[in-house]
T-cell receptor, first 115, second 111 residues
Framework: GAVVSQHPSWVICKSGTSVKIECRSL??????MFWYRQFPKQSLMLMAT?????????EQGVEKDKFLINHASLTLSTLTVTSAHPEDSSFYIC???????????FGPGTRLLVL | GEDVEQSLFLSVREGDSSVINCTYT??????LYWYKQEPGAGLQLLTY?????DMKQDQRLTVLLNKKDKHLSLRIADTQTGDSAIYFC???????????FGAGTRLAVHP
């Protein structure tokens, strides 16, 4: 069965609204989760590393005030796209960060379309 | 910084073998991975190789790792139309296996 779930799987919103995406670990307690973004026909780009109980670490070029990450528990990390614009339309995928694990667990992804 | 490169496109005939190549830069990578992504879908882990291995075989899949040249390849034997997808290689680094992905190779299988 699924190890990581994401909700919602699809979201369409108007420009200027905020969208929250949840990433839930079903089988593991994850102190670290990673958030990726994938534009059409492009690779996955790491956006940020989410750490339970502390501030997320953002990759260069990713606006922390636009992509708010909250990792309040060992099983849930949320990514909020604030004041979304059409250029934020993308496929957002989370991944569990499990030290020493050769098998990587990704969420199924959330497809965001901003009109 | 860390970088992973792949050729962008590969076309093969059904039944032939496919070889997808990847180069990476971080010599301290612990694991190297191959993922498959079908249109509109998430990532599917195909296989991985530990950095101290040279080769790993898993049914139709063979992974070769040349650590000296930082070169990774994925061979798919008897390629089928269902293998048509984008294949990503990824290297891990950092304590929690931070993954860096290549751009992906689009495999097209034709009759």
């Amino acid at each position: 069965g699924a190890v990581v779930s994401q909700h919602p799987s699809w979201v369409i919103c108007k420009s200027g609204t905020s969208v929250k995406i949840e990433c839930r670990s079903l089988d593991f307690q994850a102190t670290t989760m990673f958030w990726y973004r994938q534009f059409p026909k492009q690779s996955l780009m790491l956006m940020a590393t989410s750490n339970e109980g502390s501030k997320a670490t953002y990759e260069q070029g990713v606006e922390k005030d636009k992509f708010l990450i909250n990792h309040a528990s060992l099983t849930l990390s949320t990514l909020t796209v604030t004041s979304a614009h059409p250029e934020d339309s993308s496929f957002y995928i989370c991944r569990l960060g499990l030290a020493g694990e050769e098998t990587q667990y990704f969420g199924p992804g959330t497809r965001l379309l901003v009109l | 910084g860390e970088d992973v490169e792949q050729s962008l496109f590969l076309s093969v005939r059904e039944g032939d073998s496919s070889v997808i190549n990847c180069t990476y830069t971080d010599s301290s990578s612990t694991y190297l991975y191959w993922y498959k992504q079908e249109p509109g879908a998430g990532l599917q882990l195909l296989t991985y190789i530990f950095s101290n291995m040279d080769m790993k075989q898993d049914q139709r899949l063979t992974v070769l790792l040349n650590k000296k040249d930082k070169h990774l390849s994925l061979r798919i034997a008897d390629t089928q139309t269902g293998d048509s997808a984008i294949y990503f290689c990824a290297e891990s680094y950092g304590g929690y296996n931070k993954l860096i992905f290549g751009a992906g190779t689009r495999l097209a299988v034709h009759p």
